[in-house]
Antibody, heavy 119, light 106 residues
Framework: EVQLVESGGDLVKPGGSLRLSCVAS????????MSWVRQAPGKGLEWVGR??????????DYAAPVKGRFTISRDDSKNTLFLQMNSLKTEDTAVYYC??????????WGQGTLVTVSS | SYELTQPPSVSVSPGQTAGITCSGD??????ACWYQQKPGQSPILVIY???KRPSGIPERFSGSYSGNTATLTISGTQAMDEADYYC?????????FGGGTKLTVL
């Protein structure tokens, strides 16, 4: 059974940093392209970024609102995906989902972790 | 930036057919996917690559295309189908979601 379990969400002040983790199981994580998707309270889904598998180059792509502030990385030895978030803004407040994204669609989602950016 | 447009809400009577549209520039040249999200839950994939259903998704869910509009059709809609639905496609190396459609079954 595929499982994605996020952690690391917290209350942080504007300008602060936070690192989210996502532990994967039930599939070969090292072969998977992975993404982060977020959802602000009462709002729709917003793609944050993705990382390809290391065999496909391990490169990353980001949405314009987070480019230069957020970094996605992975540790295939620990089946773990990371999202490093710096220079956080109030508009980054959201539930952050870890997703697997083979062939351009998001087929498995975690339960999400809440990040609140507020003074 | 690329945009996908969905109606904010759609209503349907139980047992009837619901259609949710998603339009975007040159969407016909891309693959569209659809996600269902119920309150307090994570989204689930219901249609991928325009018209394919993942394992476990009921046959009443189907996807189609016409020009630059993708449509999610739910045949014989049930009360359990009441949810928010999002379309999604890729524009270059960026994933884009539609604004979402609230499906009400009444």
């Amino acid at each position: 059974e595929v499982q994605l379990v996020e952690s690391g969400g917290d209350l942080v002040k504007p300008g602060g940093s936070l690192r989210l983790s996502c532990v994967a199981s039930g599939f070969t994580f090292s072969n998977a392209w992975m993404s982060w998707v977020r959802q602000a309270p009462g709002k729709g889904l917003e793609w944050v970024g993705r990382i390809k598998s290391n065999t496909d180059g391990g490169t990353t792509d980001y949405a314009a609102p987070v480019k230069g502030r957020f970094t996605i990385s992975r540790d295939d030895s620990k089946n773990t995906l990371f999202l490093q978030m710096n220079s956080l803004k109030t508009e980054d407040t959201a539930v952050y989902y870890c997703t697997r994204c083979p062939w351009g669609y998001f087929d498995y989602w975690g339960q999400g972790t809440l990040v609140t950016v507020s003074s | 930036s690329y945009e996908l447009t969905q109606p904010p809400s759609v209503s349907v009577s139980p047992g009837q057919t619901a259609g949710i549209t998603c339009s975007g520039d040159k969407l016909g040249d891309k693959y569209a996917c659809w996600y269902q999200q119920k309150p307090g839950q994570s989204p689930i994939l219901v249609i991928y690559q325009n018209s394919k259903r993942p394992s476990g998704i009921p046959e009443r869910f189907s996807g189609s295309y016409s020009g630059n509009t993708a449509t999610l059709t739910i045949s014989g809609t049930q009360a359990m189908d009441e949810a928010d639905y999002y379309c999604q496609a890729w524009d270059s190396s960026t994933a884009v979601f539609g604004g979402g459609t609230k499906l009400t079954v009444l």
